[in-house]
């Protein structure tokens, strides 16, 4: 029996509940970031406060600290952190890869290349099955092979091969409710022949996972566990289609839809910004690109498939990607945001929707920490502010406090503003997100989007 079910469409947009063995999950549903077993700043009574029913744990950051043996003799990670509610847990690729070949292609998931000059790419040609792809001036950063991806630890530089196997490994003993394929994340400015090898060795990657997660799962702390596979590929819509097809013959629980969604180089769909350091820079993960994607993926993946977008979103990715199809997002922006001060505020709460230079979407959020959704908290005109962050917002930091004492507390680095304000960033998202839901419910999701993005 399929463990997701849809209770409600609006055309595309759909409201639905996913089973899992750590309870039901109501979606459209925004999954706050635990990257090391805890939600910054947020204890789990927090997170329940905010209304969170799931949230993603990153299994790379576990796996190196404290070890995911330790936590499994913990009692596994629900246990470890005191969190009883579902926990989806990522393959461990991203961070392996984000860490290492993003960083040495000059860019990251979301944003441009952000240092053209001493950006030292090597085009792979070599069809050799081992190969060295990404190397930064003097050291080796990640080293990719058949049997999986050698990293180098950020926290000490110990050497890691993490394999199909070894993530499921990993997820199953942390006790995930929802596992993630070990993929390979493909960077924008991958060249199509390298495109090419690296999709094919993805899908011997999922079905090795897949094959470790059926023979284990069973004996596993967590026998109920679902397992999701990834669609992978660039910004191109017969690769995007061909590799949802793809995954949609495969024995999966669901889908989480992950690589590059913008331009590269190599690529004639490319946008150009013009010079950036003597280079022409890329456009790479316009808003445009990001919703074309799904456009491509979502129609050939199974109707009874959970869709999760990996790492999305802002305000709009949300309305739009759900308007497409997706049911899962998680990202880390609620908590990042509020620890730099950018609180989120609604249309009614001060938010302006003319204000198109300041968009809202993941593709702006590290090149344009202000949007149309948010307030920076240290602007001087603030600091005598009695309003709370957000007027409409019923979370516990807009019900008892103001504007001018989160900007002190901002301001004075005091360890409380980082508590409040994550509260309040994380329920706002939680909380938009339900209400995307409950207007599918009721039919109006159309609505609820004009009143947010005046269109
Ligand atoms: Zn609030």
Redesign the pocket.
């Known amino acids: 029996m399929s463990s997701f079910i849809v209770k409600a469409k609006e055309k595309k947009a759909r409201a639905g509940v996913l089973k899992t063995a750590h309870g039901e999950i109501h979606t459209p549903v925004f999954m706050p970031v635990g990257t090391q077993g805890t939600v910054k700043a947020l204890s789990p009574d927090d997170l329940k406060q905010a209304g969170a029913q799931i949230i993603l744990g990153n299994t790379y950051h576990l796996y190196l600290r404290p070890g995911s043996k330790l936590i499994k003799k913990m009692g596994g990670l629900h246990k470890f952190m005191g969190w009883e509610a579902p926990i989806l847990t990522d393959s461990g690729g991203f961070q392996a890869f984000s860490l290492g070949a993003m960083i040495e292609h000059g860019v990251r998931k979301i944003g441009r290349p952000v240092d053209q000059k001493s950006r030292k790419l090597q085009k792979q040609t070599k069809q050799d099955s081992d190969i060295q792809i990404f190397r930064s001036s003097d050291s080796l950063v990640t080293k990719m092979s058949e049997e999986g991806v050698t990293f180098v630890s950020h926290l000490d530089g110990s050497k890691h091969l993490l394999t199909p196997e070894k993530s499921m490994e990993v997820q199953l003993d942390l006790g995930s409710d929802i596992c993630l394929v070990l993929d390979e994340l493909l960077s924008p400015m991958h060249d199509p022949l390298y495109v090419q090898q690296s999709l094919e060795r993805t899908h011997r990657w999922e079905l090795r996972s897949a094959d470790y997660f059926k023979k284990n799962v069973k004996k596993s702390s967590n026998p109920g566990a679902l397992l999701f596979g990834i669609v992978q590929g660039v910004y191109d819509q017969k690769i995007r289609e061909e590799e949802a097809k793809w995954a949609a013959q495969q024995d999966f629980d669901g889908v989480s839809i992950g690589g590059s969604c913008g331009t590269s180089e190599y690529w004639p769909t490319q946008r150009s910004l013009g010079e950036v350091g003597g280079k022409e820079a890329v456009d790479w993960a316009a808003p445009k690109a990001i919703f074309e994607t799904m456009d491509w993926i979502v129609p050939n993946l199974p109707e009874a498939w959970a869709k999760h977008a990996l790492g999305i979103g802002e305000v709009r990715d949300f309305f739009e990607c759900v308007e497409r199809g997706i049911d899962m997002f998680d990202c880390v922006a609620p908590t990042r945001r509020a620890r730099n001060g950018s609180l989120y505020i609604s249309p009614k709460g001060g938010g302006s929707l003319n204000n198109e230079s300041l968009r809202a979407s993941s593709s702006e959020y590290f090149s344009t920490p202000q949007n149309k959704f948010t307030l920076a908290i240290a602007q001087a005109r603030f600091v005598d502010d009695p309003a709370?962050?957000?007027p409409n917002?019923?979370?516990y930091?807009?019900q008892n406090f103001t504007r001018a004492y989160l900007r002190h507390l901002f301001v004075a680095n005091e360890l409380l503003y980082y508590r409040l304000a994550t509260?309040?960033n994380v329920?706002?998202m939680v909380n938009l997100v339900k209400s995307i839901r409950e207007s599918i419910l009721n039919q109006e999701f159309s609505k609820l989007k004009k009143s947010w993005l005046g269109r």
């Open positions: 709370p962050i957000d917002c019923s979370c930091t807009c509260i309040h329920y706002f």
